[in-house]
């Protein structure tokens, strides 16, 4: 497709489960973003990549975040022993250079319900 | 990031324009100002941005202060499908692409 895409698209998780939510950025886009949206808020930046390489996480909130991207396409957000504070959408967005001029384009999101 | 400064929300009726103010009395010479829109359960949405002078496009106008410290997009002719949150954004030319979310203003637009 031509836009970012994320799945799933609704995830719920009993308390303690880890979930694994999924990325696939704009096809050759080089930064990828995860972003944390609670009810209500704007989205929180949580991780950054360039490529392959993850280069700012310090939006994590906690060591039970973990991202990936080890080809430099499609990337993984996992969250391990989900808390109900983990409830949120998660935004993915990527974009095709590292410039600050240049614009993100966002998923869907993956909102997750964690009971 | 430097901080901007936005309204909670507006109303507009439709058909008319809508000015959505911000301001960002701390932006630095680096900073670009971008605009976001998200729309109900989708994810934000590029608008406009710029960097001193206004600017123009399909969806909307930014006009920015001579003093840079404040910014009005401007919405031509407000239809239902306007209806949303607005971001306002500062972001550093010289750091990188994170884009550092506020509380953006919600939009109201009235048949």
């Known amino acids: 497709g031509a836009g970012v895409s994320q799945s799933p698209r609704y995830k719920v998780a009993k308390r303690g489960q880890d979930v694994a939510l999924r990325c696939d950025p704009i096809s050759g886009h080089v930064s990828l973003f995860w972003y944390q949206q609670a009810l209500g808020q704007g989205p929180e930046f949580l991780t950054y990549f360039q490529n392959e390489a993850q280069l700012d996480k310090s939006g994590l909130p906690s060591d039970r975040f973990f991202a990936e991207r080890p080809e430099g396409s499609v990337s993984t957000l996992k969250i391990q022993r989900t808390q109900q504070e983990d409830s949120a959408v998660y935004l993915c967005?990527?974009?095709?250079?590292?410039?600050?001029?240049?614009?993100?384009?966002f998923g869907s999101g993956t909102q997750l319900s964690v009971l | 990031d430097a901080k901007t400064t936005q309204p909670n929300s507006m109303e507009s009726n439709e058909e008319e324009p809508v000015h959505l103010p911000c301001n960002h009395s701390?932006?630095?010479?680096?900073?670009?100002i971008h605009w976001y829109r998200q729309l109900p359960s989708q994810g934000p949405e590029y608008v406009i941005h710029g960097l001193t002078s206004n600017v123009n496009n399909r969806m909307a106008s930014l006009a920015i202060a001579e003093d840079r410290k404040s910014s009005t997009l401007i919405l031509h002719r407000a239809t239902l499908r306007d209806a949303a949150v607005y971001y306002c954004i500062l972001r550093d030319g010289n750091a990188g692409n994170m884009l550092t979310f506020g509380g953006g203003t919600r939009l109201m637009v009235k048949p």
């Open positions: 967005a990527s974009s095709s250079t590292t410039g600050g001029e240049e614009k993100l384009f």
């Open positions: 701390t932006i630095s010479g680096t900073d670009y």
